[in-house]
Structures are given as C-alpha cells and as structure tokens.
C-alpha cells in the first residue's frame, strides 16, 4: 500500500538545539514532496516543494532534503515559534490527482 | 495569510442537521480543494474542483458534496450530520490543479455536531 509515515511522532528540542525530520514514503514514481507547517487550529502553511532525488531547499532554519525513499527537515537553532506541527505530502505517478499526507511531527522548541 | 478564506469560521449545529461551508481561492486559483481534519485521522482529501469542474475525489462520504461556481468560490455541503463529522474543514486552493501545484490552504471552519 502506498504510505507516507512521518517520524518522531512528537520531538522537544531545547533552544538552539538542531535536530531532523523524517518523511518517508513507499511510492514509484515520485512527483513532488511538499513540507508544511501547521500551527494548533490554523491551517497548513506551505515550507518547501522538492521534485527530485538529491534537491534540497532552504528557509531561514529549515532545510529540507529528498532522497529516493525520504526526505528529511532539518531545523538548525530552533526557536520556540518554530514549535508547530509539520507535515509532508507526496504527489506520485497514478495517484489520480491526489496527495497523500503524512500524519505529521509535532515539534516543541522550549525556551 | 494565504489569501484563501473560509467562512464561518465555527459551527456548532446538531445531528441530522446540514450545513454549508464556504471557500474563495486566491486571485487568480483556478482549483479548490477540501479537506476534512480530525485529531486521529490526520488530513483527509475529500474532493477537488477545476475551473467548476469535478476534477478528482477522494474520501467523501455520500452525505456531503461540493460545487465550485462560476466565481470561482467553493460550498461544501454536509447533511444529516454525525458526531463523528466534527471536525476542521480546510479548503486550499491552486493556480491550475496539476500534479506538482502548490496547494495554499485557507483558516479552516471548525464544525462541532452535538
């Protein structure tokens, strides 16, 4: 079955302490891997779009890198507003249009 | 602010009852897509409209349907509502619906059916 699993679940960083995100997916035939952030009853906020094996893409402390099998958001130095829930989809060949999400990483960055 | 806007932005109503949702895309979006949000179930796609019409659907139950209308702004109709029908509804929006569109995402309309 097609999947995106998402991991940790949940992560809590200290300030200023980088760690990474895992999206990864067992689909052929990738056409894009989104990355958003969604913060508690607000909606999605698009981060990053990556469309091949080995693109990478930054913004301010993010960074999001894609693998064949996983992409990954890396956050250097968090700060306390980077706390949120971030999630990645992925488009992929004969997916009729539709994007399948991941069920997110809640990340809380304490002070 | 993705420029997309849901209204209302609260419902609280009751079972059996219906309501309607409403989404306006971005200037310019000629996609509207809804969502269905619950605390175990992650994001669920329900449908997607282009340009007025169905262009691909997703888990929608029988008892809920969508139009897109000629302005380009969406109605999500729910009817005979469940508790488990609550939830947050999103709609996003794109410039064309392609595979690789990005999909800007609106407030949201919290439903509560009591």
């Known amino acids: 079955e097609d999947q995106v699993t998402q991991s940790p679940e949940a992560l809590r960083l200290q300030e200023g302490e980088s760690s990474s995100l895992n999206c990864s997916y067992t689909v052929s035939g990738l056409r894009g891997l989104f990355w958003y952030r969604q913060d508690p009853g607000k909606g999605p906020e698009f981060l990053f779009t990556?469309?091949?094996?080995?693109e990478e893409k930054e913004k301010e402390r993010l960074k999001a890198t894609l693998t064949k099998k996983e992409s990954f958001l890396h956050i250097t130095a968090p700060k306390p507003e980077d706390s949120a829930t971030y999630l990645c989809a992925v488009w992929y060949a004969g997916n009729n249009r539709k994007l399948i999400w991941g069920l997110g990483t809640s990340l809380a960055v304490n002070p | 602010d993705s420029g997309v806007t849901q209204t209302p932005k609260h419902l609280i109503t009751a079972t059996g009852q219906r309501v309607t949702l409403r989404c306006s895309p971005r200037?310019?979006?000629?996609?509207v897509y809804w969502y269905q949000q619950s605390l175990d179930q992650g994001l669920q796609f329900l449908i997607q409209?282009?340009?007025?019409?169905?262009?691909a659907k997703g888990n929608i139950l029988e008892r809920f349907s969508a139009q897109q209308f000629p302005d380009l702004h969406s109605e999500l109709n729910l009817s005979s509502l469940e508790l488990g029908d609550s939830a947050l509804y999103f709609c996003?929006?794109?410039?064309?619906?392609?595979?690789?569109?990005?999909?800007?995402f609106g407030p949201g309309t919290r439903l509560t059916v009591l």
């Open positions: 409209y282009y340009n007025g019409e169905e262009r």
């Open positions: 200037s310019g979006d000629l996609s």
């Open positions: 990556l469309y091949s094996a080995g």
């Open positions: 996003a929006s794109s410039v064309a619906g392609g595979n690789t569109d990005t999909q800007y």
